[in-house]
């Protein structure tokens, strides 16, 4: 959601305009008509026109033969590029990759995108269940998630609320803390233990465990590991779970350390 008070003095129009374009069509796995997103976009028919006929040149949506216009492939090419940024140098790659396949579970690497968590990377473990939210930018449910909360952890309480009133706490699951005091006792309880955790908070019968790898002071340079298993399996191996993670964090710490 933008900010209107925030609107920069120099926004240009046309290009913000033209984004607007693009993320109705990414909305509409179907496609849209010119008129359509005209609509969606509260532009005229004719600026719309124009907008979709440059974003096609540049290959950014695709106009098919019933009219309509979907995603390009240059979209798909920046997605790429965008998750090999957020993931780091090669070796991160590697020990996330070697975990998932060691343990069975999924690894995620995390991290603060503008002041907000995200995942930035991901490996997929064959014992974990699949979680198809979770992907590189996914950057909603910081409350929820064990990922969110390792790196909310190295908040303060006044910046951790602040984080909480701006993106809201919404109720994944019924198991879903929803309240920022609840929040605070669950983030105590993880710093105590030495691994944040969530169950069945924003998966049901899913467990996730996290750990921080970087406690950088600059607040976007700090990274934390999470892997997922199933909620069953948290409850009898917490410890080894713990262990492994660590273990992981820093050879991901060490991975992180060759990048320029």
């Known amino acids: 959601?933008?900010?209107?008070?925030?609107?920069?003095?120099?926004?240009?129009?046309?290009?913000?305009?033209?984004?607007?374009?693009?993320e109705a069509v990414g909305r509409a796995p179907k496609g849209l008509t010119v008129k359509q997103i005209a609509?969606?976009?509260?532009?005229?028919?004719a600026t719309t026109y124009h907008l979709v006929r440059t974003l096609a040149y540049e290959g950014y949506v695709i106009r098919r033969e019933d009219g309509t216009y979907i995603?390009?492939?240059?979209?798909?090419?920046?997605?790429?590029?965008?998750?090999?940024?957020?993931r780091g140098p090669p070796p991160v790659g590697e020990a996330l990759r070697r975990a998932a396949v060691e343990t069975g579970y999924s690894h995620f690497l995390g991290r603060f995108v503008g002041g907000q968590v995200a995942i930035s990377a991901v490996a997929e473990g064959p014992r974990s269940p699949y979680l198809e939210d979770l992907v590189p930018g996914f950057d909603e449910g910081a409350h929820?998630?064990?990922?969110?909360?390792?790196?909310?952890?190295?908040?303060?309480?006044?910046?951790?609320?602040r984080y909480l009133r701006e993106f809201g706490m919404r109720p994944f699951t019924p198991a879903t803390l929803t309240g920022a005091e609840a929040f605070e006792a669950d983030?105590?309880?993880?710093?105590?233990?030495?691994?944040?955790?969530?169950?069945?908070?924003f998966r049901q019968g899913v467990a996730c465990a996290a750990v921080l790898?970087?406690?950088?002071?600059?607040?976007?340079?700090?990274?934390?590991?999470a892997c997922a298993l199933p909620a069953a399996e948290m409850m009898t191996s917490a410890r080894i779970v713990r262990a492994k993670l660590i273990a992981v964090a820093r050879s991901v710490a060490d991975g992180l350390a060759t990048e320029a």
């Open 144 to 161: 929820a998630t064990a990922l969110g909360k390792a790196l909310l952890a190295t908040l303060t309480p006044e910046q951790r609320l």
């Open 213 to 225: 790898v970087t406690p950088e002071k600059e607040m976007e340079r700090r990274v934390v590991l």
């Open 39 to 45: 609509r969606r976009c509260e532009l005229t028919v």
């Open 71 to 86: 995603v390009g492939l240059e979209v798909a090419d920046r997605y790429r590029e965008l998750v090999t940024a957020f």
């Open 1 to 22: 959601m933008r900010d209107p008070l925030a609107e920069p003095s120099d926004l240009i129009r046309s290009v913000s305009r033209a984004l607007r374009v693009l």
């Open 187 to 201: 983030i105590a309880a993880g710093d105590r233990r030495g691994m944040q955790v969530e169950m069945g908070q």
